[in-house]
């Protein structure tokens, strides 16, 4: 292989496996702050017990996230050193407001969140929990601007010629709030609170069958379930918002979503297919002009698809961008509707009756992460072969010195470190959810509906 490819590999492998515990620190860091905000409100010990167990957990995750994202730092001035000149002024003021706006948010209120339980008054403590929350929401704030920018470029003009080109922001908001980064943000952020709470669900619901902590953890199933059932309602609304973005903006990568290549012609949805990429045909089940009417609401309004533009400029890799993006969105409406499926067996009254439920819960913790990387992934390559959209190309980004065999070490060493990493991550979060919260507590169950209902209405 040759010095892109293997920078490419190298680059997708760090980040996705540092993608998976921001998501995970952004959703359980949101129900941490519901579950001490009732215990502030209620006085109900039970709260307090479940904001203290997650905030172990949320450490863990926590810590791997930050440890792991700073690598990818590094690789931007060792294999993407032309890249990192043509982008500097503008990526590099974002992760400087990361570092301002998120980062002393968080690093503030972290050690008051670990260590205060006990030694700052119980609202002081809900502040600081607030504030960790929010820095790590502002966190993915940044970076998503950062790589939104390179999907949709805006507030910029370039300067300088050939290899001494590069982009300088003209109007800062503009580049915050380029094309595609309010829809991209809001999906990253809804796809970070389905990581963190399906996370807790299946924590529960394994407590549950095996008969640990029953009365906590059925408490805490169903708050977190109600925050799981919106999240994955409102998930739907802004992935058909970011579809409709990507059409206006990047229609090369709309049509490798859905294998569209004729030039313009209405396009069909598909549920699930496989694309021929060398006769131009998709094979599976569809609905007919149906990526035209979820666009245009219109079952005979043309898309651009891929042939409208020169074979250079389109993702080389259609049916893989195809597959992520449809694995994404089959497990998207998986999770809505298991969690109405439970958010009725709830208003029965036997949410907890079949075991079957529980288990599937108990697994489905898996579902939220795959969705996030695959998404990931289908946004990035379908954006290819550009690096950032339309100005500067993946093959020009590269460093000039650097061999490949010098990468190939390197990520021969990435591996061997993360996967030492990722077993420890597993050990420590394995032991935290086995030894369970701190103590074990006769709760009176029959009044919690009472008690969300109080909460919700004040």
Excluded: C
């Excluded at 999907?151 to 003009?157: I, M, R």
């Amino acid at each position: 292989m040759d010095v892109e490819i293997l920078s490419r590999i190298q680059f997708a492998f760090t980040i996705a496996f540092h993608y998976i515990y921001p998501p995970l620190s952004i959703g359980i860091g949101l129900i941490m702050v519901v579950f001490e905000s009732i215990y502030i409100r209620t006085k109900k010990k039970e709260y307090e017990v479940l904001a203290k167990f997650w905030t172990k957990i949320f450490a863990i995750t926590f810590g791997v996230g930050v440890v792991t994202g700073i690598v990818m730092e590094f690789e931007f001035g060792t294999n993407w050193a032309t890249y990192s000149r043509y982008v500097g002024d503008i990526f590099g003021s974002a992760l400087a407001a990361e570092g301002i706006f998120a980062f002393a948010i968080e690093s503030s209120a972290l050690g008051v969140l670990l260590f205060g339980w006990n030694r700052v008054k119980p609202w002081v403590h809900l502040v600081a929990t607030l504030a960790v929350f929010l820095g790590s929401m502002f966190s993915a704030v940044w970076i998503v601007i950062a790589n939104s920018w390179q999907q949709t470029p805006a507030g910029y003009h370039i300067v300088g010629e050939g290899m001494r080109a590069r982009a300088e922001i003209v109007d800062f908001w503009a580049m915050v709030f380029n094309p595609s980064s309010v829809d991209r943000l809001t999906h990253v952020w809804l796809g970070a609170f389905l990581s963190g709470t399906f996370l807790i669900l299946s924590v529960h619901a394994y407590y549950i069958l095996k008969g640990r902590y029953v009365v906590l953890s059925k408490k805490a199933f169903k708050i977190t379930l109600i925050v799981a059932t919106i999240s994955s309602l409102a998930q739907l609304f802004t992935g058909h918002q970011s579809a409709e973005g990507v059409s206006e903006n990047q229609p090369a990568k709309l049509a490798a979503l859905e294998g569209h290549f004729d030039a313009k012609a209405p396009a069909d949805l598909y549920l699930f297919g496989w694309v021929d990429k060398e006769n131009q045909e998709v094979t599976g089940l569809k609905v007919p002009g149906g990526l035209s009417f979820m666009i245009h609401q219109d079952f005979s309004t043309p898309i651009t698809g891929l042939n409208a533009f020169p074979e250079e400029d389109r993702p080389s890799q259609v049916n893989a961008v195809f597959q992520f993006y449809h694995i994404m969105v089959a497990i998207g409406m998986f999770l809505i509707a298991l969690s109405l499926f439970a958010v009725w067996r709830w208003k029965r009254g036997k949410l907890f009756d079949k075991k079957w439920l529980l288990w599937t819960f108990v697994f489905t913790a898996l579902l939220p992460q795959i969705a996030n990387q695959f998404g990931w992934f289908a946004a990035e390559m379908g954006r290819q072969p550009w690096v950032v959209y339309g100005l500067l190309r993946t093959s020009d980004a590269l460093s000039k010195s650097v061999q490949a065999n010098q990468v190939l070490f390197s990520l021969i060493l990435f591996f061997i470190v993360y996967f030492i990493l990722f077993l420890l991550f597993v050990y420590l979060m394995n032991k935290k959810i086995q030894s369970g919260p701190e103590s074990e507590i006769d709760f009176d169950s029959t009044s919690l509906n009472k008690e969300i209902s109080n909460v919700i209405s004040k």
